[in-house]
Nanobody, 117 residues
Framework: QVQLVESGGGSVQPGGSLRLSCKASGTIFTHYAMGWYRQPPQKRRELVGT???????NYGDSVQGRFTISRDNADNTVYLEMNSLTPDDTAVYYC???????????WGQGTQVVVSS
């Protein structure tokens, strides 16, 4: 069983930056995808971005050019660097681990990000 622990959430002012971390532990495959979704208040969950073991990334349109996903394979950790934040980025952010064997995704506990002045 893989477990994910998120950290780094908090409150920032518009235009600010924040970095989220997601650490995976347990029995982890060599190659796997990880990434982030978010759920703004009163909205459905949406894709933030994904990253493969090799570093290929994909981003949702709403964060393209502002957010950057990276990973440390030795530490089994994925990061989300968020820049130029706006109130529309306020949401609960969830990281996930996508096993290569086709089993169900594993989700982090969620971390709240609030952007307001």
């Amino acid at each position: 069983q893989v477990q994910l622990v998120e950290s780094g959430g908090g409150s920032v002012q518009p235009g600010g930056s924040l970095r989220l971390s997601c650490k995976a532990s347990g029995t982890i495959f060599t190659h796997y995808a990880m990434g982030w979704y978010r759920q703004p208040p009163q909205k459905r969950r949406e894709l933030v971005g994904t990253i493969t073991t090799g570093g290929s990334t994909n981003y949702g349109d709403s964060v393209q050019g502002r957010f950057t996903i990276s990973r440390d394979n030795a530490d089994n950790t994925v990061y989300l660097e968020m820049n130029s934040l706006t109130p529309d980025d306020t949401a609960v952010y969830y990281c996930y681990y996508d096993p290569p064997d086709g089993s169900s995704w594993i989700w982090g506990q969620g971390t709240q990000v609030v952007v307001s002045s």
